[in-house]
Nanobody, 114 residues
Framework: QVQLVESGGGLVQPGGSLRLSCAASRGIFNVMGWYRQAPGKERELVAA???????NYADSVKGRFTISRDNAKNTVYLQMNSLKPEDTAVYYC??????????WGQGTQVTVSS
């Protein structure tokens, strides 16, 4: 079974930056992305990138977050700048391929607070 292993979460002050990484244990996914879930809210898409580097961002993070991937390393990154308290959530890595279905990481906590 494929595992997605995330790293890079933590506590940061408003206006600060964090970089999340997610590595797939084997294989490659057509689409890789990041979702987040804040307490009491539904999980929402933050950003996604296809194997051909087509990118989609949630409106709330456009201009602040950048998603990228390294297909040779089966890894996706999320660079988060100008973080706001409302970005506080558990961030989940996701991988999808039509032949393999969905895979999820275990989640990493991002807390933006002074």
């Amino acid at each position: 079974q494929v595992q997605l292993v995330e790293s890079g979460g933590g506590l940061v002050q408003p206006g600060g930056s964090l970089r999340l990484s997610c590595a797939a244990s084997r294989g490659i996914f057509n689409v890789m992305g990041w979702y987040r879930q804040a307490p009491g809210k539904e999980r929402e898409l933050v950003a996604a990138i296809t194997i051909g580097s087509n990118i989609n961002y949630a409106d709330s993070v456009k201009g602040r977050f950048t998603i990228s991937r390294d297909n040779a390393k089966n890894t996706v990154y999320l660079q988060m700048n100008s973080l706001k308290p409302e970005d506080t959530a558990v961030y989940y890595c996701n991988g999808f391929s039509p032949s393999r279905g969905n895979a999820w990481g275990q989640g990493t906590q991002v807390t933006v607070s002074s």
